[in-house]
């Protein structure tokens, strides 16, 4: 495909190596810690490498309470009975640790099945999210993050955040089909 090639590296080179080079043909794929902590944005490690980062990445299950990211609309020892020939490791006290496995498939069948719904809490994290990217002029990507139309819709309006998907084609047409 022509047209402008921008390469993300995950490893920072130090200042030194950086400062042997008059040109630099990449940039980095900030990885500072936890996003929501206001003392990330003010370290020194930061402060030193954020103007070669248009990207902060954050792992989602770190940063964002997984017990927290559901509303449970079905009880949760009805969702064990009904899904654990599928998912045997599941029980009551282990559900919600147990959404992401096998990228999220769980948690997608149970969203699209009515189940479970996003809370308020993960619609506030993600627009948090946003903010952030916004006042402190980078894109927020979240890694390990659901790649499903039900979280597409929460963070496809994020101007700052990222969506990250293996399905790039029914991305794109389900951005289209939301701005008609």
């Known amino acids: 495909m022509p047209g402008p090639v921008t390469v993300y590296t995950n490893a920072e080179p130090d200042a030194a190596t950086l400062a042997e080079h ?86 997608n069948q149970l969203v699209e099945g009515g189940s479970i719904e996003p809370s308020d809490y993960l619609i506030d994290r993600l627009e948090e999210a946003g903010r952030l990217g916004t006042e402190y002029g980078h894109l927020m990507r979240f890694w390990a993050s659901p790649d499903a139309p039900w979280f597409w819709e929460i963070a496809g309006p994020l101007e700052n955040v990222v969506i990250l998907t293996d399905h790039p084609g029914e991305v794109a047409e389900f951005l289209a089909a939301s701005t008609e």
Do not use: C
Not at 23 to 38: E, K, L, Q
Not at 65 to 80: A, L, R
């Open 22 to 107: 008059g040109v630099i043909h990449s940039t980095a794929d900030g990885r500072f810690g936890d996003i929501f902590d206001p003392a990330m944005w003010e370290s020194a490690d930061y402060l030193d490498r954020s103007w070669r980062m248009p990207i902060i990445s954050s792992n989602f299950k770190s940063y964002i309470d997984i017990e927290q990211i559901f509303e449970f609309v079905t009880p949760v020892e009805e969702i064990v009975e009904q899904h654990q020939v599928d998912y045997p490791e599941i029980t009551a006290e282990n559900l919600a640790s147990e959404m992401d496995v096998n990228n999220w498939a769980l948690a």
